[in-house]
């Protein structure tokens, strides 16, 4: 059974040293309607360990996540807009409706993530293997439009930086 947890006790958890929090489930806070996304906009959560986490519906809008363990996370109609994500671990992530506008993933692992209709226009990316992306959008995004449709990548109806569609499938080659 998952480990439950709001916004604000992670938060104040983080803020007395705690960086461990594998596995947790984070839940809405009492009096906060359940469809409402989760409120962690702006948080300073660098070098946090998340790994298989449920962070669904999250606002990290301009959060900073460098150097988190985001392993096999679950990010399904998160906002990470604007967030800083370097140097982060995000393999084999959920990201599934995610919107990642105009964040930075620099040095971070993207490998065997599943970004669905995951939203990385103006984001910029070093690159990723084996991703699912359907439906994806990269428009404006700060990556060489060769790793997208190759590397493993299975690439379906996705949106590359120069606005045009890749409709596939394509499975990527090395």
Do not use: H
Request: proline content about 3%.
């Amino acid at each position: 059974m998952p480990w439950e947890i709001t916004a604000e006790e992670l938060l104040a958890r983080y803020a007395d040293g705690e960086r461990n929090f594998a596995g947790i489930e984070l839940i809405q806070s009492e009096d906060v309607p359940q469809e409402a996304s989760i409120d962690l906009e702006g948080a300073i959560l660098r070098d946090i360990n998340l790994r298989g986490a449920d962070l669904c519906r999250a606002d990290l809008t301009g959060a900073d996540l460098t150097g988190a363990d985001l392993f096999g996370v679950s990010l399904r109609l998160a906002w990470l807009k604007d967030a800083i994500i370097r140097d982060a671990n995000l393999y084999s992530a959920n990201l599934r409706w995610c919107d990642l506008t105009e964040s930075d993933l620099r040095g971070t692992k993207l490998d065997y993530m599943n970004a669905t209709s995951a939203i990385f226009c103006g984001a910029n990316i070093d690159g990723f293997e084996y991703a699912i992306l359907i439906n994806t959008s990269f428009l404006d995004a700060r990556i060489f439009p060769n790793i997208i449709w190759s590397y493993g990548n299975f690439v379906y109806k996705t949106i590359m930086p120069d606005g045009s569609i890749k409709s596939g499938p394509f499975f990527g080659e090395f």
